[in-house]
């Protein structure tokens, strides 16, 4: 298959289908991390968890935090030619806004002004020193209006040519593009394929170039055409706990199954060890905001664990239901090898595998459940999004955490707009997760992609995004 | 006539039964439209808008009438999963897969089946009778999912003659489609021809008892002439029931292969339309299988009449 000069398409497998095109759309992070090619903020992700000018050629932040001003890139075109205007700015982040409602990141903004054409003006109702991390909103072109769900105009690296509800996308290199220091790939094609054994048999045969999430066994038989690139899946992947349930509203009891769990055998089994151990609601490959002194805390121990439980008076042990999406195999084996350390210590762990959607209604929305097994990707790079998570009178507060101390601590972080005072809130929040044992926190699994040997590079993010640019010919 | 219009009430009532079923079932189940397309962080206004956006905040009965009102006028709607696309045009770019399957599928079933279906009943109780009979009875036994998976493992991978996961739309390529569905629906034949060729044997079996084929024996005819002259038309009335379930069956979406071979039709459309929980795809398609099923069986009716003009349906 792998014809030295051979320029075709990049294929690129993905198990989940796209079903929108609408960046401002609120949608999976498969489909960000396709869109990631299409699109661009005024800054855009970079590889190492922060953020880069893209739209934008530079930005100042006034002293007081509230207000943002950005230059726009010069020269900068839409992928149909015509310029970017600070009127395409304004009108896209009020689309944006006015999608996602009262509940947007953008709501915090009270006024976006355009002094000139290149000029954006962003100002705050009230301080904010990660408000940054949410301007990777899509600039979208406004004379595009009508079609922006259709045929959606951006600024990035590739524009999208085709799209075939449940088959696949088209990505044709923009030529205009504003990074001219990139050279890559002319053409991608995203295939939707239905599952994961299906979509390996098509990357054996040849069908497809570049496949993410395979398993270890998958790798020492994918054959010499592929090479193999190790990272992680960037996900917070444990067994969240309800501490409402009331066995576990008490802290020892938690601190127990974080003892009972063997970590290190689920990052064996997951990939192959390639994972990053975690024991707490952290990200380590941003080290910008995370606590590695967290790490450590709890190891597998089930002797201590059963201590634990006999002091908290449950030394015979209580039922836990784990539920957990069926359609993630991986989920369902990690939960199958934690009900196995959870009986080791007396604890009588059965497993309830539901399908996603019924997950996400009754156990996300309505957390109505005893533990889980999930990983939680992040769709914004600003950490107060992550540990809002755990504030107890937060929506999304799944695992009904509840800690004065934490909730005040979040407080603070939201006032302060010195970063370093800020990492070290956030940093005393993380420990507070892991002492309390608000969760078992296991790991930012590893992952391994596959990319056919006639391509080179591809470029891993701590977001959900596949960078294609990134991507070259080998030959 | 009266037999048509019958048949047409029986077909309105059935859809209604099975629309309303659907759309209750599909209320029962947990799961959300809105919070399925929005995700785990989605803020709660969003849902909320979107569901009122979807109707979904209203009651079912208000709901379902609403639907059946605009499917009176033939508007089934806007998928929720694709926002973009109606559900006409959704069906419109599926259906003709799934037909091409099909009918690939039946070409293959009965120029297979039919000859060896005569061959194991003209020499039955000999070698090649047995034959195929063993052979038959262990293809009945293997589902297609897993014929195809091992077809997708034996030719596109090993022997590589068929480019996996290489669908092409029919409209862009018909050839190249026609190619890539030949696998296919060689799985979804197999299994079907073993059970015509031994629905067939046993039905000319059977008729050979009859009193006409003494008679045609006993006029001299041969045993060919027995055999093809009188017994095939009579032996196949049964058969053409079985074929059309079998018509019926693929046309209905044959999900499992659709699935296996990463086909996108009419089964695949369902599959996904159900996990998402986007009913205005899932209504027009559950309309779709029933009104196929029972069209086909009066079509199989008629066929009957043809087959044997004794039979009339007052």
Redesign the interface.
């Known amino acids: 298959m792998s014809d030295s000069s051979d320029h075709s398409a990049l294929v690129f497998g993905l198990t989940q289908?796209i079903?929108?095109v609408?960046p401002h759309?609120?949608?999976?992070a498969a489909t960000r991390s396709v869109l990631f090619n299409v699109f661009e903020g005024l800054v855009k992700p970079t590889t190492d968890g922060e953020v880069e000018p893209a739209v934008a050629q530079d930005y100042t932040v006034s002293d007081d935090m509230t207000e943002y001003t950005f230059t726009l890139r010069d020269g900068i075109t839409f992928h149909d030619g015509n310029p970017v205007t600070a009127e395409d700015v304004k009108y896209s982040l009020e689309r944006s806004a006015g999608?996602?409602?009262?509940?947007?990141a953008l709501s915090a903004i009270s006024d976006i002004s355009t002094p000139d054409d290149s000029t954006v003006v962003i100002t705050l109702s009230a301080p904010d020193s990660e408000f940054i991390y949410n301007l990777t909103t899509a600039i979208l072109e406004e004379a595009n209006d009508a079609q922006q769900?259709?045929n959606p105009i951006g600024t990035g690296p590739f524009k999208l040519t085709e799209f075939?509800?449940?088959?696949y996308l088209t990505l044709e290199k923009y030529d205009g593009y504003w990074n001219k220091d990139l050279d890559y790939i002319d053409e991608v094609q995203v295939?939707f394929?239905?599952?994961a054994d299906?979509a390996f048999?098509?990357l054996?045969?040849?069908?497809?170039d570049c496949l993410q999430y395979l398993t270890k066994d998958q790798i020492s038989s994918v054959g010499d055409d592929y090479n193999i690139i190790t990272t992680t899946m960037m996900l917070v992947h444990g067994l969240f706990l309800n501490n409402d349930y009331e066995p576990l509203q008490n802290k020892e009891v938690r601190q127990a199954l974080n003892y009972a769990v063997d970590r290190d055998a689920i990052n064996e089994m997951f990939a192959d060890g390639k994972g990053m151990i975690v024991q707490t609601h952290g990200y380590p490959r941003i080290t910008a905001w995370y606590n590695k002194d967290t790490e450590g805390t709890y190891t597998y121990d089930p002797d201590k664990a059963k201590e634990l439980l006999a002091d908290a008076g449950y030394a015979d042990g209580f039922d836990l239901e784990i539920t957990v999406p069926s359609?993630f195999t991986q989920h369902v084996t990690t939960a199958e090898m934690i009900a196995e350390n959870l009986k080791a210590v007396g604890i009588n762990a059965t497993i309830n595998s539901?399908?996603?959607?019924?997950w996400?209604?009754?156990t996300?929305?309505n957390r109505n459940y005893q533990a889980t097994v999930i990983g939680?990707d992040i769709?914004s790079l600003s950490p107060a999004?992550w540990y809002k998570r755990y504030y107890s009178t937060s929506?999304?507060d799944m695992t009904n955490f509840a800690s004065t101390e934490y909730d005040s601590l979040y407080d603070q972080a939201q006032q302060t707009t010195d970063n370093d005072t800020k990492k070290d809130l956030y940093g005393q929040m993380q420990q507070i997760l892991t002492d309390d044992a608000a969760s078992v926190f296991i790991q930012d699994p590893g992952d391994f992609i596959a990319l056919n040997k006639r391509f080179t590079g591809l470029k891993t993010y701590p977001v959900s995004a596949l960078d294609f640019s990134s991507v070259q010919y080998a030959n | 006539m009266k037999y048509f219009i019958k048949k047409i009430i029986s077909l309105i009532i059935t859809l209604l039964v099975i629309s309303l079923l659907t759309f209750t079932a599909f209320s029962i189940i947990p799961g959300d439209a809105a919070l399925s397309k929005l995700g785990v962080d989605a803020s709660p206004t969003a849902v909320e808008n979107l569901r009122k956006e979807y109707g979904l905040d209203k009651p079912v009965i208000v709901r379902y009438g609403d639907w059946l009102a605009d499917a009176l006028h033939g508007d089934f709607g806007q998928s929720f999963k694709y926002s973009n696309k109606s559900v006409s045009e959704l069906m419109a770019s599926r259906l003709p897969v799934t037909v091409l399957l099909a009918v690939m599928s039946l070409i293959i079933i009965v120029v297979v089946s039919l000859p060896l279906g005569m061959l194991s009943a003209r020499f039955s109780g000999r070698w090649p009778d047995t034959v195929i009979n063993i052979v038959s009875q262990v293809l009945m036994a293997i589902p297609s999912f897993f014929l195809g998976i091992i077809i997708t493992y034996v030719f596109g991978i090993v022997l590589r003659v068929f480019q996996t996961g290489g669908f092409v739309s029919p409209d862009k390529d018909l050839q190249g489609c026609i190619r890539y569905l030949f696998f296919p629906a060689v799985a979804v034949a197999i299994p079907k021809i073993a059970m015509v060729v031994k629905y067939l044997r046993n039905s000319v079996l059977s008729e050979m008892k009859k009193d006409y084929v003494r008679t045609a024996y006993s006029k001299g005819n041969s045993d060919n002439q027995v055999l093809y002259g009188h017994v095939f038309r009579n032996a196949l009335i049964p058969v053409i029931t079985f074929v059309a379930m079998v018509v019926a069956e693929i046309l209905a979406g044959s999900l499992v292969v659709e699935q296996v071979f990463s086909i996108p039709g009419m089964g695949r459309l369902l599959i996904t339309s159900i996990s998402a929980r986007d009913y205005p795809v899932v209504q027009a398609s559950v309309l779709y299988i029933t009104t196929i099923v029972v069209v086909i069986n009066f079509i199989v009716d008629v066929l009957y009449q043809l087959a044997d003009p004794r039979i009339r349906y007052a």
Do not use: C, H, P, R
Request: charged fraction near 35%.
């Open positions: 289908e079903s929108s609408d759309e609120d949608t999976d999608i996602d409602g009262d509940q947007s769900a259709d075939e509800e449940g088959q295939k394929v239905a599952d299906e048999m098509e054996q045969s040849g069908s497809i359609n539901v399908d996603w959607n019924t996400l209604s009754e996300y929305q939680f769709s999004t929506d999304n």
